[in-house]
């Protein structure tokens, strides 16, 4: 497998576990119901699934939005992280229009940051091109001029 593949499913699975930690930790640690309320919908509690299954599709779908940039722009890393950044900040107002409490707002904000945290840094990284060290007699020679 190669590196930058292997870097995509250790980011997707990276996602995964910190959407799953940061959910226990809300719920379980700090003991906040993360209820919402949808209009013309009764009341539900945000689980433990929908959270990591959110987490792997927008990190799988940010991967792939990434990899089609690098095709056809320069600098995709940039524009890539102002997309992703924009996108964070709309998936914000999920939480802040809908969350039964100030708790669960404040709860379900702390989730989406540090998966977005995680995606974002994990994307970047994953698709950062893979540098080969340079052996010292190498780099002496390039230094130096020599063949």
Wanted: net charge positive; charged share 10%.
């Amino acid at each position: 497998m190669n590196p930058v593949r292997r870097n995509r499913h250790v980011t997707v699975a990276a996602t995964a576990a910190t959407a799953a930690t940061s959910w226990a930790l809300v719920t379980k640690g700090l003991g906040v119901h993360l209820g919402v309320r949808f209009p013309h919908a009764a009341a539900s509690v945000v689980g433990l699934g929908p959270t990591v299954g959110a987490s792997v599709a927008a990190v799988v779908v940010g991967s792939a939005v990434f990899g089609l940039m690098q095709r056809r722009i320069a600098q995709p890393a940039r524009y890539w992280t102002v997309l992703a950044v924009a996108v964070f900040a709309a998936s914000l107002a999920l939480p802040l229009a809908f969350a039964t409490t100030t708790a669960a707002t404040l709860g379900l904000a702390a989730i989406h940051l540090a998966v977005a945290f995680a995606a974002i840094t994990g994307v970047r990284l994953s698709n950062a091109a893979p540098r080969v060290a340079k052996s010292g007699t190498a780099l002496d020679r390039e230094l130096l001029g020599a063949p």
